[in-house]
């Protein structure tokens, strides 16, 4: 039986668009984690809090791993990111694998353990600012 040969220019049209799509989620990982930490120091400049917040790399991440997206909002309520204690430092992912946009918080507890929050973006910046939210996202 004769293997049927793929034609090159179709072959190279499905990799560049599968490429673009792969682009696009990433880029959309990263501008909603953005949108989330701009939602964070908003909220906590209300209460008199600068929350600080970083994204390393996040365009050049393509795929999910493990159900969630790579890209890592860091958050430092206690001076800039850099300048920070890691264990003071909040990082938050956006879940790949849900149809509702839903983020998870991991911090490091003062028990030693790892802390993790999972909640959709209003709950999210409720949890992380302590601050009080009229409406949260199970209203919509």
């Not at 949108?35 to 209460?47: N, W």
């Amino acid at each position: 039986m004769a293997q049927q040969k793929t034609n090159p220019k179709l072959e190279q049209a499905l990799t560049r668009g599968d490429l673009a799509i792969r682009q696009a989620n990433s880029g959309r990982a990263t501008a909603v984690l953005r949108a989330l930490g701009k939602m964070i120091v908003e909220a906590s400049a209300t209460i008199g809090v600068e929350a600080h917040v970083v994204i390393h790399d996040g365009d050049k991440i393509y795929d999910p791993a493990d159900g969630v997206w790579p890209q890592q909002l860091l958050i430092s309520l206690d001076g800039p990111v850099e300048e920070n204690d890691p264990d003071e430092i909040r990082t938050v992912t956006l879940l790949a694998d849900t149809p509702a946009t839903v983020f998870r918080c991991e911090w490091q507890r003062a028990d030693g353990n790892l802390g993790r929050q999972e909640g959709r973006p209003l709950a999210m910046v409720a949890f992380i600012t302590d601050v009080d939210i009229p409406w949260l996202d199970d209203d919509e």
